[in-house]
């Protein structure tokens, strides 16, 4: 089993509807979950923070987090083309060899918006 | 405020052959992190430095090297170079361990190895 797991899609959705992205994690104590956004042939961008269960907004993104199903999630309302691009779910794990924790990233999710 | 800069943008090796990527943090930030970017394995974690000290380290063989300076700005080095090294490595800042907060990306150096 992975650790941070993640739909590779593509997820296709028309011009302005939700896009709802998922991913999974093993860590049952892990405390710091992103979303990051990536442009083919670009670096990934932080997007989304969340560190405690429930939702958070930021403007056409929600994070939303379930620490007791070990399950976070991205919304994105009112999806434009420039919304195309995978998005990749970070989950702040320890390491087997050093029991220090940094961010492992799922293999992310190809979103495609159709105009 | 300057972003994370990584130089070169880009590097053609052979096989056998060592090569050094360069990584300027954002200004104050005193974590750097190194990962690898591959189409098959996605992004994974190579090492994280804080205050010259190497602080983590991910499942990567012993030729993959890296250090950092007193002025934060960190190197990583690759030593005899195979055809599965060919991938996108990416610096991240922050200015705490281990990914608490996030990290900011800078732009990458594609390295290609034939």
């Known amino acids: 089993q992975k650790e941070v797991e993640q739909n590779s899609g593509p997820l296709s959705v028309p011009e302005g509807a939700i896009a709802s992205l998922n991913c999974t994690y093993s860590?049952?104590?892990?405390?710091?979950f992103f979303w990051y956004r990536q442009y083919s042939g670009k670096s990934p961008e932080l997007i989304m923070s969340?560190?405690?269960?429930g939702d958070k907004e930021d403007g056409r993104f929600t994070a939303q987090l379930n620490k007791a199903s070990q399950y976070v999630s991205l919304l994105i309302r009112d999806s434009q083309p420039s919304d195309s691009a995978t998005y990749l779910c970070a989950v702040n794990i320890p390491y087997l060899d050093t029991g220090r924790r940094a961010l492992t990233f799922g293999s992310g999710t190809r979103l495609q918006v159709q105009p | 405020k300057a972003g994370v800069t990584q130089t070169p943008r880009y590097l053609i090796k052979t096989r056998g052959q060592q090569v050094t990527l360069s990584c300027s943090p954002i200004?104050?930030?005193?974590?750097v992190s190194w990962y690898q970017q591959t189409p098959g394995q996605g992004l994974q974690f190579l090492f994280e430095y804080f205050s010259e000290t190497q602080r983590n380290k991910g499942n990567f063989p012993g030729r993959f090297s890296g250090r950092q300076f007193s002025n934060s700005r960190s190197e990583m080095n690759v030593s005899t170079l195979e055809l599965g090294d060919s991938a996108l490595y990416l610096c991240?800042?922050?200015?705490?361990?281990?990914?608490?907060?996030?990290?900011?990306f800078g732009s990458g150096t594609r390295l290609t190895v034939v």
């Open positions: 969340i560190y405690s269960n």
């Open positions: 860590d049952r104590v892990s405390q710091s």
């Open positions: 991240a800042s922050s200015n705490l361990t281990g990914g608490s907060y996030g990290y900011t």
């Open positions: 200004s104050g930030h005193r974590s």
